[in-house]
């Protein structure tokens, strides 16, 4: 047995290198892999699991009895089959699961047949005996894909190629006599190794006839090559029933049969080496220990990231063995916590992509187990008591540690090997340091404690010397004052001290002398108030100091910077942060991009010197809402290290947070406020009750963990009902997501698949342009948003593991639409109506000007023409009236010239002739000037009420004798005997009757007939 662990070790030598020398440098090998239940759903029918894979999404796939469950970390979703829908899994009982290169899932089921998952659609394609191309068998026992993309099945009735491009399946079985055929139609195992080789092994343990063997295919000429077991050939196979082949990360390869069948077979001579069990060394390389070897087989074999090997045994449990500390560790129902298994019948293994390593029984009650084998990060030391706790820390030129505590101790910590605890004595000679507040070296390596009562002690380490500086009530202003509460040394071994109520004050460490700068009434430049509270000192050599008093209004938190050259403070503008009546603040630090940082009570605050800008982080930003925070490092990675309830690492670049708590390896010590310090190797001491821990922050980088894949794994409406509320698929390919205006209430639900302990990953989540700021997720891992307007979104996802390590964010574009009326079409409709509209408007107007305009021109030209009217009318009348007197003068003068009668005829005649024509021209001249005089509205009517036939009839007659005189017939005729009604009498006359005698007057000479008639009209 020692030759043959010999030979192993040479074997697995290029795998882990020289084994004294690792064994010397990484013990512990085994610690850590203690193996715990997991749960799955449904029952012991859902617990009894035959196969475990991970999808390329990070999912984690359990094919058990009662169906195949997808974990994501926080919830499990399970397929059944659905008689009534056709693209469901082909049956219940999944017996393996098979990741495809491209990424898609083959399922092999007990006597249900094949089914293929595609997880872009979430459907299954079955595959089923029965037909002349159909599989071998319904019962699937194991799936391989070869380089060319073909899926070689097992099945117990046969070998199957099926070429998933095509559909087409071929067969290969066992031919009796024929050497060259498959060695026996149950196949229970393949293994395409790693230089494209197809191994095939075959047999059914379980029905006890050592029927079987491995098969190698031999493309070229489409057969196979045995390998079986042979009696009294110890190079030969133990058993032909071949349960597993495993070719580990240095090409070995390895066969598990039935019996004490563990094997490393040489493929080129096609021998093997057996590793029986011994049962007198547990620790050697072989099997666990066998029961009874009739019920014994290798079910599994597993090569994990440390590589230490694993071994399932059907009657003896699990084996680890570490090949370079050449011990091994079993897993059985006899084991102790930790080491116990509900029953020894190991079936299948798989590691995960995070380091977790998953097993599963088979037998009567059947479960899961997993074991995350966590690497420690913490380390503790306790004190003597268990009522003390430590109020700070120091380091010295030797790197030894000082730490005060309240009962007035002090311990000194010598440095402390990797991984140890370090050798804790309580001094008597330093003993001037207990009951410091805090202790702080300076430039010269002295030590320096700071007193609540306002006393300072100074304690040199080389020369064991001590000096104190008490307080004394009746000192000068120059003096330290109490109470004090900080400390801090700068660059030339001399002191600042923050005071409560006396401001700032200086010590001069050659002069022992005290300086106080204090508040100056109306003066900017001094200190916003005393209430000074702690100290920093940038690599510039600025002082920046922050305070706050009990009394918010006149005391209120403030930072200032203090220029020592200048002797002059710079005060900033704080906003943004909780009204507390009392305000602690830590010391503040400085990031790489210069922002100052404080840690308060309620959160931590971020000032942008430059730019004056301030941003407050609160307890719910943090993950730690209701827990105070109690003080504050940075690490030189620039990582912020915080104390709260638990231990926070807050990223001030990507503004991300992580909690670490028992579950990370932390000791129950409740931290105590400020109890926090870095050494100047980077190491950070946390205080507490009881004790302290100590850690080394660049060993997160060193465990090269894997960050965790972040997947949004669900979206549901949550005012709909029905499948097509849910887009799971479509969130798992990142596919917009579209929605109507009424479906905008709606969840996400998200998970980091890293499983070694997911209850204390954290996630946090956004949906851009609506959450101002990242939210931290709760427990049940989803984001509700309720009435969330039209518009385009993002939700964002990003998260870290238990380790905090932060995975790449995620996310998925999400596009509420809005209601038709506010479409961009229908504002177009809107845009056009409007313009319509003012068109219409402006062309109304217009016309309506325009209309105006032409009203006021008419008017103007009707004005004109009444003034033309009226000014020829009088210029006409006036020269008329004239003519007709001096016609008539004419005319009287006429008859009295002695001239002859004939001549004096002739000029009556043409005396008349004038005087009627003239007369006739004036009345014309007349009524153009009444109609002016109308249009003016300057002639008025004077209307009486009776009956106008009988007075127009009346006013006729008294033209008669004109009318004769003319040799006019006048006739007055009317449709109606009396017509009662109001008119103008004098107009009826004038205006009527006289205008239509005078107007027959045009034609002197004729006999002419006047017929005026009076009619009514409808």
Known sequence: MKNVITQLLLLLLPLSGSFAQQKATTPGRLDGLDMELFELPNGDPG?????????RYGFLWFGSQYGLHRWDGNQFKTYLNDPSDPHSISGDYVECIFTAKDGTLWIGTWGSGLSHYDQKTDRFTRYYEGRRDGLSSNFVNAIAEDRDGYLWLGTQEGLDRLDPRTGDIAHFRYAPGDKTSLSCNQVRSLLVDSEGTLWVGTGF????????????????TNDFERYLSKAGDPTSLVGNE?????????????????GDGLHLMNRKTGTFKRFKNNPDNNNSLSMPRVYSRGSSQVTFMLEDRSHRFWLGNWSGGIKCYDPVSDE?????????????????????????????????????GARVYRTAGRQGMFNAVYL????????????????????????????????????????????????????????????????????????????????????????????????PAAPLRDILPDKNGNLWLATYGNGVVFFDKKSEQF?????????????????????????????WITGGGKEKDKTPFYITRFDPATKTFTRYQINGIPDYSKLWQSPPAQDKAGNIWVCLDAGLLKLSPESG???????????????????????????????????????????????YGVGSGLKALPFEQDAIFKTEKGEIFVGGRYGFHFFDPRQLDSMKLTPPAVRITGFELLDADGPESRYDTTVMQGNPINLGYDENVFSFSFSALDFNDPAANRLEFMLEDFDDDWRVAGQDLKATYVKVPPGTYQFRVRGANSYGVWGEETFVKLVVSPPWWKTWWAWSLYALFVAGAIFMAYRFLLNRRMERSETLRLKELDAVKNRLFANITHEFRTPLTIILGMAEQLAVGSRQLAVEPAEKASFEDGFEMIRRNGTNLLGLVNQMLELAKMEDGAVRLNLTQGDVVGYLKYVTNNFHALAADKRIGLHFLSDLDELAMDYDAEKAATGAIQPAVQCAEIYPGRRQCLHLRFAKRD
């Not at 343990?205 to 190698?216: E, P």
């Not at 030189?636 to 909690?659: H, Q, Y």
């Open 242 to 258: 071949v349960r597993t082949i495993f070719e580990d990360s240095k090409g070995n390869f390895w066969v598990g049969t039935n």
């Open 515 to 543: 300086t106080a700068f204090r508040n100056q009434k109306n003066n900017e430049n001094s200190l916003p108030h005393d209430y000074a509270g702690k100290l920093f000192m940038d690599e510039q050599g600025f002082l």
């Open 205 to 220: 343990f379980f029905d006890g006839s050592n029927a079987g063997g491995l098969n190698r295919y031999r493309p070229e």
């Open 384 to 479: 003597p008591t268990k009522t003390d706790f430590v109020k700070s820390f120091a380091e010295d030129d030797h790197q030894n540690l000082y730490i005060s505590t309240d009962q007035n101790l002090v311990g000194k910590l010598s440095p402390h090997p990797p991984g140890g605890s370090g050798d804790l004595k309580f001094l008597e000679q330093d003993a001037v340091l207990a009951g410091s507040e805090k202790i702080v070296k300076d430039a010269q390596g002295q030590l320096w404690g700071m007193k609540r009562s306002g006393g300072l002690v100074c304690y040199d380490p080389e020369r064991k010397t001590t000096k104190q500086f008490a307080h004394q009530n009746q000192t000068p202003p120059a003096s």
């Open 328 to 364: 091994a560790r079993i897993y059985n129902i006899e084991g102790k916590k930790g080491s116990r298994l509900n029953e020894n019948n190991a079936w299948t293994a798989f590691q995960s992509k995070d380091g977790v390593l998953w097993f599963s029984t088979a037998s009567d």
């Open 47 to 55: 617990n009894h699991v035959q196969a475990i894979v991970q999808d």
């Open 613 to 659: 800008e301030c941003s407050f982080f609160d307890q719910n930003r943090l993950g730690k809402k209701g827990s105070r925070l109690k003080g504050m490092v940075m690490d030189n990675d620039g990582r912020l290290w915080i104390m709260s309830d638990k231990l926070l690492a807050f990223d001030p670049v990507k503004e991300t947070v992580f909690s």
